[in-house]
Every structure is written in C-alpha cells, then in structure tokens.
C-alpha cells in the first residue's frame, strides 16, 4: 500500500484564485483521469465542510471517474493557508464579488483540466443559493459547463419565502454587526464546550456538524460576511431569470423539496413550466433544505442517480433502498440498460 493510497478524502487545501485564498476540499478519482470534475457550490452558511458526507458519499459511488472539488464561500469560516497560518480578510465580499469569484474558480478549474488528453465533463452541483451562483457561471460560460444539478434551488425572490419573510430583520446593517459582536463576546468569555453546547443546540445539526459551526463559523467577521450575503440575496435575487431557462434550460436538472421554507412548491411549479428543456423534479421523500446535516447519504444517491444519467455509465451501488424522484425511481445496485 502506497502513502497517498492511506491519505483519507478529502483533501484539504487552500489557493488563490483573483486574488482571494479559497478554502477547498478535493475528491480526486482513483484512476487519475477522471471522466467528470464537478465543482460544488454551497449554500448560506457556505462552509464546505457541511457537505463532507454527501460528496464522500457521491464519491464513493465513481471512485474511478469523479473528481470533486468543494470551495467554501469568501469569508464564511475561519481556515488557515497551507503554511498553517490564518488567513483574513479584511473586508465583507458582497453577492456580487463571491459570484464574481466563483466564476473565477470555475475558470481556473476548467483551464487546469482542459489541458487533459481527453477533457472531461465540467459540472456544477449548486445547492440552495449555491443554484444562483451557478446560473451566473451557466450565463457567461455556457460552452464550457456541461450540465448543472440544482439541489433545492434558491434562484428566485428569497426575500418573498416563509423563511425569507422570518428571518429578514436579521440583516440589517445595525443587526449584522450586533450579533457579529454579540458572537465575539460570547467566544471571548465561554470555555469551548459551552459554545459547543449551544451550537449544538439546535436539532438540525449533527454533532459534527455542531463542531464544524463552533470551530468554524462562530466568529465575528464569518457572522457578519454570512448575514451581509443573505441580506444582497434578498435584495438582489428577485424574478425567476426565465430567459436564461428557456435559451440553456437543457443544461439543467433540478430537484425541490416539497415542504421547503426557501423554497416553495410555487417556485418548482414556475420552473417546471418555464425550463421545458431540462428536467424539474420533486422530492417525494421529505428531504429537508439543509439535508447536509441530516440527508448527506440519501442525497448521494439521487445526485448519483443524475450523474449516471450524464456519464453514460452505471456503477454499482452497495444498498439495498434508495430514494425515489418524481417519475423517475432511483437505481440502487448492479447494471441497469
């Protein structure tokens, strides 16, 4: 057995991409020439490290043609560069320059693999707001994105939803920077298993998901970047851009929640009348928003479903249930036609 063969995925890294240090996780595939690189783009908290189990568990599943790369939003968690050293910032990026350089890692992404004797399929799998950063990315390099999966997709009027309309006093300028502070102090004056104790107060989170928020996110400037980020997706994220669907709907698969506070069943209804070239589904398993902390698995292997689809292949899948999308069941195991 080789060293590199005892390093376990992902592998962490930080790079620069635009003049910006991204924290990044990387799933590489076995054999060295993938057939398919997907980039991951999270949601709000955009920490990468919420989606360790779902992508491993996507991994798993084409160990020998995917390689996945996961970047955590700009100044969303408290990481340090490859010297170990911390990396700051020392500014709040609005939407538009965390959109802005994202487009830039998919490019760099895209540059690095398209020097391959054989380029392989370039992807993105968005989830929740991650789904509008990638309809920016599909809108200025649509010859080069091959199919883009869409996981409860927040691309249209956030600030108009149940949770939007619950949560929106949060972001105010005065608001941000209070809690932001308020998070501070508390860090400053409470021994580290009292801040993991009330991280993991809430029931969503998995206990390592809880020490992921404590160790990561519970920090002042991480607080103040998330809140600023959803307050520019409220303003900014209005009308469902049907142009866009309607002109390159095809490079899309799409799957909604059907009880999801961010994302009614209103919005899965507009996009499955206005995309008529891609393919709109609708969870009947109950899947939650935010089913990193509590789905990873499951969602594995409807993503997984998807991509084999795309790749033209149908690996074997060691379970014995899998969930089921809306006319269209998901395979669990051996070859299918």
């Known amino acids: 057995m080789s060293f590199v063969s005892r390093i376990a995925l992902p592998q962490r890294t930080c790079w620069a991409v635009a003049g910006e240090m991204r924290e990044t996780l990387f799933w590489p595939c076995k054999s060295g020439k993938a057939r398919a690189v997907m980039l991951l783009v999270p949601g709000n908290p955009g920490l990468i490290d919420f989606y360790i189990d779902f992508c491993t568990a996507l991994h798993s599943l084409f160990s020998d043609s995917l390689d996945i790369i996961g970047v955590s939003h700009l100044g969303h968690t408290r990481f340090s560069d490859n010297r170990g050293l911390a990396v700051k910032r020392s500014s709040v990026p609005s939407l538009a320059d965390q959109v802005a350089n994202m487009v830039a890692v998919f490019d760099q992404i895209d540059a690095d693999y398209r020097s391959a004797a054989q380029r392989p399929k370039m992807l993105l799998c968005g989830h929740s707001v991650g789904c509008y950063f990638s309809e920016k990315i599909v809108e200025c390099r649509s010859d080069r994105v091959d199919r883009v999966f869409s996981l409860f997709p927040a691309v249209e009027d956030i600030a108009g939803t149940p949770r939007g309309r619950q949560l929106w006093p949060m972001f105010y300028p005065g608001v941000r920077q209070l809690a932001a502070g ?115 698995a499951e969602m594995a292997l409807v993503v997984a479903d998807m991509l084999r689809e795309e790749m033209g292949c149908w690996e074997p899948v060691a379970v014995d249930t899998a969930p089921t999308i809306v006319g269209h069941p998901v395979a669990t195991s051996g070859l299918i036609d």
């Open 182 to 296: 308020l998070v501070d102090m508390l860090v400053w004056l409470l021994p580290s298993a009292a801040i993991l104790g009330l991280a993991g107060m809430s029931r969503s989170l998995s206990e390592d998901s809880a020490r992921t928020v404590a160790e990561k996110m519970l920090h002042g400037p991480c607080i103040n970047s998330i809140l600023k980020m959803a307050a520019d997706e409220m303003d900014e994220i209005g009308d469902l851009n049907e142009e866009l669907y309607r002109r390159l709907g095809h490079k899309f698969v799409m799957y909604y929640g059907s009880n999801d506070g961010w994302v009614p069943t209103a919005h899965h209804k507009r996009m499955a009348a206005t995309n008529t070239k891609g393919k709109v589904y609708m969870c009947q398993n109950g899947y939650p928003h935010s089913f990193v902390t509590t789905h990873s």
